[in-house]
């Protein structure tokens, strides 16, 4: 590119930051061993959740299977459609998990039963209570360890609250400085200017500055501590200091949120770009799934794909929504004729469900920004919002089935 993304400043503050961590090597491997079922298992035991992580592998064992529907159905596929990998969002902690896992396991008794979805999505902030009082840990040793989806992301905004020593720190290391207001209670918070929540933006309009580096200390403290690998992206300038920092670390992702506006091609190529500069040696990148916007129609979904192939970029994928919440879109939003299209034209995708298309209590953006006493407190209710999302997501999966498109479900589900 004829203009660097990264000064040498830039670079200087993000590998500073990387090796007050430990390293790429020292990152990765820790981040496989927190990801091992028994390591999980005996943290949570000692952190009060062992309990609900044994009733969970019970639980799991009651599940239907997506195979005993295609033996049932005489279900045959044509090769030459694309392959749908089930995405849900809004895992919000332990408790909402769990309630979904035993809301999953008793459809197995209905004629509609649900499949477990291959990938998860939470927008739970990354506070430090949430981190490390064992709620993230037991909710990925659901999801990844137990359901066996395939990824699961976690959601970092940069206006959580952090200790105050902890920005010291990272000023420290970095050499740089971060604007910040005292909650007067031992933590700080940046200072949000334009028009962020509390926690940040979703549009990445209060990463200014070096804020980027916020980001990246908390997937990478998130990641250390709970073998975490996959995050959802709040901005532009994160997506450059990702795919520098973690183009060394393999098993660390991100996601690009529909929210970022990759609306079209033209903006789909400025991500290609931002990816091809900082590739990995074997052409992939920490940027693992683009979420391509809600206004965009099937054909320009295709021409995404067609034009991410073209790259030689390996090992991204697309998705798309098919159902919104009602608060995040336009009403009624649905597309899933789109979706048949683009598996039919041979495009694979990621089909996303932000809702089951009712406007059920919960399932709103306010949602996932519940205080966690407040969360905990809806439990249920938030964990039957799920439940239904992962339901409709069965549903579509097992029409398609029908007419010969592959679905990839969690690994629990077959």
């Not at 995404?304 to 009602?326: D, F, M, Q, T």
Request: net charge negative.
């Amino acid at each position: 590119m004829e203009y660097k993304l990264l000064s040498n400043s830039d670079m200087k503050a993000i590998d500073a930051l990387k090796e007050f961590h430990g390293g790429a090597k020292k990152i990765s491997e820790t981040i496989t061993k927190m990801r091992d079922l028994e390591t999980r298992k005996k943290i949570l035991k000692e952190k009060g959740f062992g309990d609900m992580i044994e009733d969970a592998e019970n639980l799991v064992k009651k599940f239907a299977k997506a195979g005993d529907f295609e033996t049932k159905n005489n279900i045959s596929y044509n090769d030459k459609f694309g392959i749908a990998t089930a995405q849900v969002s809004g895992w919000q902690g332990a408790p909402v998990t769990h309630h979904a896992m035993k809301r999953i396991a008793k459809s197995a008794e209905t004629d509609e039963p649900c499949f477990v979805p291959s990938e998860f999505i939470s927008v739970v902030a990354l506070t430090d209570n949430y981190v490390y009082n064992g709620d993230l840990l037991a909710t990925l040793t659901m999801a990844e360890n137990i359901m066996k989806g395939s990824k699961f992301c976690s959601t970092n905004l940069i206006g959580i609250p952090q200790p105050e020593k902890r920005f010291v720190e990272l000023e420290k290391i970095t050499g740089k400085n971060f604007e910040r207001t005292d909650l007067r209670d031992g933590n700080s918070m940046l200072i949000l200017k334009n028009q962020g929540t509390f926690f940040g933006n979703f549009g990445g309009i209060e990463v200014a500055n070096d804020n980027h580096l916020i980001y990246l200390d908390g997937i990478t403290r998130t990641a250390l501590a709970t073998g975490a690998d996959f995050f959802l992206n709040p901005s532009w300038s994160t997506i450059v200091a990702i795919c520098y920092y973690g183009r060394d670390i393999p098993n660390i992702h991100i996601k690009i949120s529909m929210l970022l506006a990759t609306q079209n091609l033209m903006q789909f190529r400025m991500l290609l770009n931002i990816m091809k500069e900082y590739l990995r040696d074997d052409m992939t990148s920490p940027l693992y799934e683009i979420n391509i916007g809600n206004g965009v129609d099937a054909e320009n979904f295709i021409k995404c794909a067609k034009e991410l192939k073209e790259s030689g970029i390996k090992g991204v994928s697309l998705s798309a929504h098919i159902r919104i919440n009602p608060d995040l879109g336009i009403e009624n939003f649905n597309w899933t004729e789109n979706m048949h299209k683009v598996l039919e034209s041979g495009t694979d995708i990621t089909f996303k469900y932000e809702s089951d298309g009712t406007a059920r209590e919960m399932d709103t953006m306010e949602t996932y920004f519940l205080p966690e006493d407040e969360r905990n407190k809806n439990a249920e209710k938030i964990g039957d919002v799920i439940f239904h999302k992962a339901l409709q997501a069965s549903k579509d999966g097992r029409d398609m089935m029908r007419r010969g498109i592959r679905v990839k479900f969690g690994e629990s589900s077959y």
